[in-house]
Structures are given as C-alpha cells and as structure tokens.
C-alpha cells in the first residue's frame, strides 16, 4: 500500500477526499471501531479545521485524495497533499495545517495504544455502532476552545517579542456591534479567528486577522454561506449586517 506521495504505508490512518462541493474524512475501519468517545471529542474540531483550510483549495487538486495520513513502513508518520497543491499554500497556514494533521494521528495512536493496553488487561469491550452524525455545537465549542489557545499563545509571543500595541488604536466593545450581534473565538490556520453571529439570522461569518510582517496584519473577512439562495432575503440581510460588521472593525484599525 503507497499514499499519495508513492510511499509505502505500513498503517493507514485517514485521508480527505473530494465530495462533490465539499471535502469527505475517511477513517481507518478499524480505528474507527475501536473509537474512544473522549478521543472523538478531541478529534472533531481538529478533523473540522483541516477541512475548512482544504476547501479553499480543492480547486487546485490534481487528485480525489486532496490530503492523506498515514504511518510509513519506518515507523514515521507523513501527512501528504496532493501533488503540487501543497506550493499554493502560505508557510503559516501550511505549518498550522500540518501540526492539526499530527494531531489528528497522535490522538488515532492513543485509541490503537489504549485498545491494546485493555485487551492486555483482559478488558471486555464491545464495539459501538458508528456515529456518522455531528453535534454541530460540541464542533463549535472545541473550536472555540482552539481558538482562544490559540489568541493566547499569540498575545504571549507578542509581549515575549516587546512588540507595543499600536497608538490611537481602540479596542471593540459590544456596544459598536449591530443590534443582536455577537462574536466569539473562532478557528482558522490562517491566523486569529472571530466568528460573529447574530441573534436571529444564525451566522454571519468571520474576520481573520493574518500576520503580514513583523508588525502588519492582514485582515481577511470571509461571509457565511448557508443553504440559502444567495439572492434570498436572508441572504441578503445577512450580508448586509456583516458588512457593517467589517466596516466597524476596519474603522478601529484605522483612527
């Protein structure tokens, strides 16, 4: 068995495939069965975040298999993209894509150690059937805790670094937010993420705050693309109120 790169797999843990408009996660068979719960909770967000970064690329895939994970026969696990995909890619975001990746495996490496340990222990154990579902709020909430991680380590580095907070630059409050609007800690390689969302309309969408340089940051707003036409009044409505969300952050970068 070889993964995409040509090399030989002695273990293969999981890839992504294109699915239609969207990115499909296969799990090994057997790892899948011998899922822990608590290990599948830590997984989810990690599984979720590489798929939102490969969907921005799988229009550049030359290959079904956009992403692949698996354990060499040396023993050594190698996360490869398809080929030449991997040249579109920012370093960061590749870097941050590629760290998720290892984790995904570290925690696949957890469930075939611990099965081993309880069969060792002469633990019974019988498999549950497959969850193909997903608790959209679980997802979410382990993202959220991803991201503040994430923020955190970010501000630390910043200090550890003495870079000083820009003058005249002016922290958001709630209140500078259209009515019913909310934001939160969101998830994405590409930098430190915001997810706002509003009261009624659900979501709609994210502000990324990519770094540029030793002292520039890139701020990428991403709209929420939902079910709807999106000539639909809802729609229509949604982006409208996310646009005055972006004019209001932008407007505190530049005072």
């Not at 979410?140 to 991680?149: I, N, S, T, Y």
């Not at 003058?167 to 609007?181: A, I, M, N, T």
Request: charged content about 25%; overall charge negative.
């Amino acid at each position: 068995m070889k993964n995409i790169a040509g090399n030989n797999v002695s273990i293969f843990l999981y890839r992504f495939d294109l699915l239609g408009n969207g990115i499909d996660f296969v799990l090994n068979e057997a790892i899948a069965e011998d899922m822990y719960p608590d290990i599948a909770e830590k997984m989810k967000p990690l599984v979720h975040a590489c798929c939102e970064t490969l969907l921005r690329y799988r229009h550049l895939s030359v290959s079904n298999i956009i992403m692949d994970g698996n354990i060499l026969v040396t023993g050594e696990f190698e996360v490869m993209l398809s080929q030449g995909l991997g040249r579109h890619f920012p370093d960061i975001e590749k870097q941050q894509l590629f760290q998720d990746a290892k984790k995904v495996a570290d925690l696949l490496t957890e469930v075939m150690d611990r099965r081993s340990n309880d069969f060792d222990e002469g633990k019974q154990w019988t498999p549950s059937p497959a969850e193909h579902t997903k608790n959209h709020e679980k997802v979410k909430k382990g993202l959220e805790q991803l991201g503040r991680k994430k923020r955190q380590r970010a501000q630390l580095q910043w200090l550890a670094d003495g870079l000083l907070v820009r003058p005249g630059l002016r922290q958001l409050r709630p209140e500078d937010l259209p009515s019913g609007v909310t934001t939160s800690s969101g998830y994405d390689h590409r930098g430190i993420c915001y997810v706002f969302e509003h009261q009624k309309l659900g979501e709609l969408g994210r502000i990324v705050m990519i770094k540029a340089g030793e002292q520039e940051m890139l701020m990428q707003a991403d709209l929420y693309i939902g079910q709807e036409n999106p000539e639909s009044a809802i729609a229509k409505k949604r982006r409208a109120i996310f646009e005055e969300v972006v004019a209001t952050i932008h407007a505190c970068f530049n005072l």
